[in-house]
């Protein structure tokens, strides 16, 4: 079993920044793939970005060039640094575990944060 606790999330104007962080516990942190999705009122879920294990990372299109995700293996968190944010960034981001990369970026992963609100205003 893990568990995940996202912090960071808020209210930003648009062009701002904010930091994401998720913190895990209860497993071998470094052995799994860790993502970061996001829902919007009235829209599907998506993958906003993913790291592997070994540090390999994945970008949804929305967010490349804007969004960096990193992790910490000796905290065991992962961080979301979103920058530049729009109005569409409006969500809320769930962080997201499993030792399966393939399931992170399918959105099957099997350890799911409780998810924290980001509100980007125009």
């Known amino acids: 079993q893990v568990q995940l606790v996202e912090s960071g999330g808020g209210l930003v104007q648009a062009g701002g920044s904010l930091r994401l962080a998720c913190a895990a516990s209860?497993?071998?942190?470094?052995?799994?793939?860790m993502g970061w999705s996001r829902q919007a009122p009235g829209k599907q879920r998506e993958l906003v970005a993913s790291?592997?294990?070994?540090?390999?990372?994945y970008y949804g299109d929305s967010v490349k060039g804007r969004f960096t995700i990193s992790r910490d293996n000796a905290k065991n968190t992962v961080y979301l640094q979103m920058n530049s944010l729009k109005p569409e960034d409006t969500a809320v981001y769930r962080c997201?575990?499993?030792?399966?990369?393939?399931?992170?970026?399918?959105?099957?992963?099997?350890?799911w944060g409780q998810g924290t609100q980001v509100t980007v205003s125009s």
């Open positions: 790291i592997t294990n070994g540090g390999s990372t």
């Open positions: 997201n575990a499993d030792k399966r990369a393939g399931a992170v970026v399918s959105g099957l992963s099997s350890y």
């Open positions: 209860g497993d071998i942190f470094s052995i799994y793939t």
